[in-house]
Antibody, heavy 123, light 108 residues
């Protein structure tokens, strides 16, 4: 069974940093790109970025809204994807989800999701 | 960046109704579109990928169509468990991904 489990988020002060992790099980982690998505309270989904698998260079893509502040990385030996968030702002308050990226017929779909972890940015 | 516009933002319907949600891309995206269902307090669930391919385990009453810049998600006969919010997402292996604003399907 595919499972993705995010680490606990929590309360963080504006301007501080926080690293989230996403631990995978039930599939060959290195065979998939991984993505992060967030959802502010009462709002829609916002794609944050993804990290390709190693055969594709393990390169990353980010949404313009977070590029330069957020960094996605992966440790295939530990089956973990990370989201490092810096210079956090109040508007970064959201539920953060990791998701597995499936590429089929040239199209990208996020086929498995974690349960989400709440990050609250407040002084 | 590619912008995705969904309509309507909400729809009220009854069990058994046919419901159609549209999604328009700001530029052509071929068939690189996915649809998701999200229930309150839950993670999204992939329904459709590549515009019209049904994800494994998803009921056949869900149908996706379209290509280029105009896409449609149709629920042929709405069931009680289908009341949720639906999102489209443009999906391409090289471009940045973008979600639509969502369509809430509510009980009439």
């Amino acid at each position: 069974e595919v499972q993705l489990v995010e680490s606990a988020g929590g309360l963080v002060q504006p301007g501080r940093s926080l690293r989230l992790s996403c631990t995978a099980s039930g599939f060959t982690f290195g065979d998939y790109a991984m993505s992060w998505v967030r959802q502010a309270p009462g709002k829609g989904l916002e794609w944050l970025g993804f990290i390709r698998r190693k055969p594709y260079g393990g390169t990353t893509e980010y949404a313009a809204s977070v590029e330069g502040r957020f960094t996605i990385s992966r440790d295939d030996s530990k089956r973990i994807a990370y989201l490092e968030m810096s210079s956090l702002k109040i508007e970064d308050t959201a539920m953060y989800y990791c998701a597995r990226v499936a590429v089929r017929r040239g199209s990208v779909g996020l086929d498995y999701w974690g349960q989400g972890t709440l990050v609250t940015v407040s002084s | 960046d590619i912008q995705m516009t969904q309509s309507p933002s909400s729809v009220s319907a009854s069990v058994g109704d046919r419901v159609t949600i549209t999604c328009r891309a700001s530029q052509g995206i071929s068939s690189w579109l996915a649809w998701y269902q999200q229930k309150p307090g839950k993670a999204p669930k992939l329904l459709i990928y590549a515009a019209s391919s049904l994800q494994s385990g998803v009921p056949s009453r869900f149908n996706g169509s379209g290509s280029g810049s105009d896409f449609t998600l149709t629920i042929s006969s709405l069931q009680p468990e289908d009341f949720a919010t639906y999102y489209c997402q443009q999906a391409n292996t090289f471009l940045k991904l973008t979600f639509g604003g969502g369509t809430k399907v509510e009980i009439k």
